[in-house]
Nanobody, 121 residues
Framework: QVQLMESGGGLVQPGGSLSLSCTAS????????MGWFRQAPGKEREFVAA????????YYADSVKGRFTISRDNAKNTVYLQMNSLKPEDTAVYFC??????????????WGQGIQVTVSS
């Protein structure tokens, strides 16, 4: 059974930083592209960032480019999302996801349950 478990969410002030982690089990982690998505209240889920199997290539949504960094540790079956210069509009439930194959903004096979990130003063 595949499980993706996010951690690290919470409340942060505008301009602050937060780091999310997602640990995977039940799959061959190093064969999966990993991604982060988010869903704000009343909005559809949107792509945030993705990282290739070896971690050499990344891709970001324009809204987070230059502020967020995705990384992975294949030895720990874990993908990270470092979020800096956070804005109120970054408030959302953040999901990690895995897909077998190359980097993409869609077509993910497995999803975590999500974790709340709130940016507010």
């Amino acid at each position: 059974q595949v499980q993706l478990m996010e951690s690290g969410g919470g409340l942060v002030q505008p301009g602050g930083s937060l780091s999310l982690s997602c640990t995977a089990s039940g799959l061959t982690f190093m064969m999966h592209t990993m991604g982060w998505f988010r869903q704000a209240p009343g909005k559809e889920r949107e792509f945030v960032a993705a990282i290739t199997i070896g971690g050499t290539n990344t891709y970001y949504a324009d809204s987070v480019k230059g502020r967020f960094t995705i990384s992975r540790d294949n030895a720990k079956n874990t993908v990270y999302l470092q979020m800096n210069s956070l804005k109120p509009e970054d408030t959302a439930v953040y999901f990690c996801a895995a897909r077998l194959g190359r980097l993409s903004t869609s077509g993910y096979d497995y999803w975590g349950q999500g974790i709340q990130v709130t940016v507010s003063s």
